[in-house]
């Protein structure tokens, strides 16, 4: 079963700018995660951002979470066309490493 | 280091056969976890492993099945194959099980005819 919603459901911008992708999720969670996915391909890890935390970087990504609202936000900053991709988000309970996932933001970066 | 290897990468099989597909983990990864993706339902959980264990089962029905093996490599088989079963099948690893970040291989696509 999916945990949550992710919106928009597609995305379609222009090369240098941003991005935003929203996740929310229903059961209580100990991490976040998101992951890219390249035309089916495998799912490459991003960034995990722990139930104690707010706000995490990493190069031009910045994840918001907000667990009273139970909802995340993946910003990519100044957009690529190699940035072009499916977005996942996943999370995580429990001393396991099963993920639940979203359905996923695919994101088209126009050139 | 190596990353996470899936083989096949491709199969067609046959409703009412087997399959069984294979996953090594990144090196010193004793966790292994395995997903279903398809169009309909997206990215599902179906079990995770750590030594030899199977520690947590997706809502599957028995004929998905798998192990792992001492040496952390896992494999999962699917018996009496349904038209449905066709899927891009991924394999994720971790260090244990409080290591959170999942590392996946690039997945096998079974198609089921």
């Known amino acids: 079963s999916q945990q949550g919603e992710e919106d928009p459901q597609a995305l379609s911008i222009q090369e240098g700018e941003n991005a935003t992708m929203n996740c929310s999720y229903k059961?209580?969670?100990?991490?976040l995660q998101w992951y890219r996915q390249n035309s089916g391909r495998g799912l490459v890890h991003l960034i995990l951002?722990?139930?104690?935390?707010r706000e995490k970087h990493s190069g031009r990504l910045r994840v918001t979470l907000d667990t009273s609202k139970k909802s995340s936000s993946l910003l990519i900053t100044a957009s690529r066309a190699a940035d072009t991709a499916s977005y996942f988000c996943a999370t995580g309970s429990g001393n396991t490493g099963k993920l639940i996932f979203g359905q996923g933001t695919t994101l088209q970066v126009k050139p | 280091k190596a990353g996470v290897t899936q083989t096949p990468r491709y199969l067609i099989k046959t409703r009412g056969q087997q399959v069984t597909l294979s996953c090594s983990p990144i090196?010193?990864?004793?966790?292994v976890s395995w997903y279903q993706q398809t169009p309909g339902q997206g990215l599902q959980f179906l079990f995770e492993?750590?030594?030899?264990?199977?520690?947590n089962k997706g809502n599957f029905p028995g004929r998905f099945s798998g192990r792992q093996f001492s040496n952390s490599r896992s494999e999962m088989n699917v018996s009496t194959l349904e038209l449905g079963d066709s899927a891009l099948y991924l394999c994720?690893?971790?260090?244990?099980?409080?290591?959170?970040?999942?590392?996946f291989g690039p997945g096998t696509r079974l198609t089921v005819t």
């Open positions: 090196s010193g990864h004793r966790s």
């Open positions: 492993y750590f030594s030899e264990t199977q520690r």
């Open positions: 059961t209580s969670i100990n991490n």
């Open positions: 951002i722990r139930s104690n935390e």
């Open positions: 994720a690893s971790s260090f244990d099980l409080t290591s959170y970040e999942q590392y």
